[in-house]
T-cell receptor, first 118, second 116 residues
Framework: AQTVTQSQPEMSVQEAETVTLSCTYDTSESDYYLFWYKQPPSRQMILVIRQEAYKQQNATENRFSVNFQKAAKSFSLKISDSQLGDAAMYFCAYRSSYSGAGSYQLTFGKGTKLSVIP | SAVISQKPSRDICQRGTSLTIQCQVDSQVTMMFWYRQQPGQSLTLIATANQGSEATYESGFVIDKFPISRPNLTFSTLTVSNMSPEDSSIYLC?????????????FGSGTRLTVV
């Protein structure tokens, strides 16, 4: 079974600065998808960015980028020019790319609470 | 991508009673997922609901406690039965995305359940 580990329960960043959230995972599969979700106090789970394991290029979405190290099974999220609205819980998640039973579910890490200091 | 309307957004219930949570999707989807998020914790998959078949439950979750209905491709309900304070959680439904960020998932806004 796959596991996802987020070793930083809480992080803080000064507004306009850059912060990196860590995520490692364990899998025996060679093809899979990785995601970062944001959950603000409103409880809504918002998909921030995703990475396909077969792609070597790191995904980027505006101020959000990832550092995907497949061999090290590491998938960190970098937030540049942090804004007050970035304050939230951030969850790293894994999904198998195979189509067998149970492969569609997401496995989540425990989350990192990000605070943004004005 | 799909838009999910989840109701109720929150409720406070007496122990021993049941609560039914509804998710309405604005497009047809084959699979729908139900998650539980206990206070301060991550999301745990309860079950996968496919239209026209019985829901598939994850280890630790049983149909008698969390019955699920999936009458059509746009709607599903999750019932939390015979509630106890340990059932106090956020419950979320989710469907696969299409288009950009496909292979990801869209979530409902969640139901915050408090059992007293």
């Amino acid at each position: 079974a796959q596991t996802v580990t987020q070793s930083q329960p809480e992080m803080s960043v000064q507004e306009a600065e850059t912060v990196t959230l860590s995520c490692t995972y364990d899998t025996s599969e060679s093809d899979y998808y990785l995601f970062w979700y944001k959950q603000p106090p409103s409880r809504q789970m918002i998909l921030v960015i995703r990475q396909e394991a077969y792609k070597q290029q790191n995904a980027t979405e505006n101020r959000f980028s990832v550092n995907f190290q497949k061999a090290a099974k590491s998938f960190s999220l970098k937030i540049s020019d942090s804004q007050l609205g970035d304050a939230a819980m951030y969850f790293c998640a894994y999904r198998s790319s195979y189509s067998g039973a149970g492969s569609y579910q997401l496995t989540f890490g425990k989350g990192t609470k990000l605070s943004v200091i004005p | 991508s799909a838009v999910i309307s989840q109701k109720p957004s929150r409720d406070i219930c007496q122990r021993g009673t049941s609560l039914t949570i509804q998710c309405q999707v604005d497009s047809q989807v084959t699979m729908m997922f139900w998650y539980r998020q206990q206070p301060g914790q991550s999301l745990t998959l309860i079950a996968t609901a496919n239209q026209g078949s019985e829901a598939t439950y994850e280890s630790g979750f049983v149909i008698d406690k969390f019955p699920i209905s999936r009458p059509n491709l746009t709607f599903s309900t999750l019932t939390v039965s015979n509630m106890s304070p340990e059932d106090s959680s956020i419950y979320l439904c989710s469907v696969p995305r299409t288009g950009p960020f496909s292979f990801g998932y869209t979530f409902g806004s969640g139901t915050r359940l408090t059992v007293v």
